[in-house]
């Protein structure tokens, strides 16, 4: 049996990322071939993120691409902020959104099919998705992504790696900019207010309603009340009745008149939106993992 060195498992972890205790483990049941302790990792790696699968994913970032009239906006999720930051990370999620403006997959799971290749794992985008779960020991996935290539033009602002805002357009760059930059601020739901869902109309509507049955006011009073509410809402959450975030003075529906420009539409992504975080005891998670060795120690 070939001594197994702290060199030399330094050295498999710094080729691969894997914990050091895997690396030890692979060293010795390889005999300390590296190349062979190499491959049991990688064969180990899928297993690894069977277990990660269950771990809910409320970071990650968003990711686009645009070439022309053409273009997409991808949301990759993973566990912690450290790892949103990594570069394999960080790499597998803007060639999705590079996949999904040239390749045009139906959905998720066929976008996750594509041919992709990278830091040696593949054929597939799945393959190496599947590959950073287990270098890397989080759970991450593709949770959401939109194309366009409806002909308009497209004004793209990322705000960090967190918020996307792709803007369909006609006219100005520079309005479109603007305004792709108002949304990433101001996060209008609906481009005008006849395009605000109905269900939020519905429950803004039900929250007006019970506040002006606390009033006490008469019927009539009340109902006045009730609607000026709801088109208060509906002003707040269109993004061309939302007052313009460089001069509030004018709404973006007045500042894209005078630059001669029209929106069609825009898509808002903001990384982890709607997901339900998971609030753990840090100190019973240590608790239970050591619990655990323990346990598989007896």
């Known amino acids: 049996m070939a001594a197994i060195t702290a060199s030399m498992v330094a050295e498999l972890r710094a080729k691969t990322d894997a914990p050091m205790m895997e690396c030890k483990k692979a060293l010795t049941e390889a005999d300390g071939d590296m190349a062979k302790a ?13 277990k990660a699968a269950s771990r809910v994913t409320a970071e990650g970032v968003v990711a686009a691409k ?3 009239t053409q273009g997409a906006l991808v949301e990759v999720n993973c566990e912690t902020d450290f790892v949103s930051k990594n570069d394999s990370f960080l790499k597998m999620a803007q060639a999705a959104a590079e996949l999904v403006a040239r390749r045009n997959p139906a959905d998720v799971a066929a976008l996750a099919a594509l041919p992709y290749e990278q830091d040696g794992f593949g054929p597939t985008l799945e393959d190496v998705r599947k590959g950073l779960i287990g270098k890397i020991g989080e759970n991450m996935t593709f949770r959401r992504f939109k194309r366009f290539d409806s002909g308009a033009k497209l004004a793209v602002y990322l705000h960090g790696t967190r918020i996307g805002v792709v803007v369909e357009y006609e006219g100005d760059d520079t309005a479109a900019k603007d305004v792709a930059m108002h949304v990433a601020a101001m996060k209008p739901v609906a481009l005008s207010s006849a395009d605000v869902p109905a269900e939020l109309v ?4 039900a929250v007006a309603t019970a506040k002006a049955a606390e009033s006490g006011k008469p019927a009539d009073i009340a109902a006045k009340m009730i609607e000026g509410s709801v088109q208060k809402f509906l002003k707040e959450v269109s993004l061309l009745n939302q007052p313009f975030v460089k001069n509030d003075k004018q709404t973006v529906e007045q500042m894209l008149k005078g630059a001669n420009t029209t929106v069609k539409g825009f898509t808002l992504f903001v990384v982890g939106e709607g997901i339900e975080k998971k609030s753990d005891d840090f100190a019973a998670e240590v608790a239970a993992q050591v619990a655990a ?6």
Not at 202 to 205: M, S, T, V
């Open 38 to 50: 190499e491959e049991i990792l990688r064969v180990k790696l899928g297993t690894k993120a069977g």
């Open 66 to 68: 645009v070439d022309g």
């Open 202 to 205: 519905e429950r803004e509507r």
């Open 293 to 298: 060795a323990k346990g598989a120690a007896a």
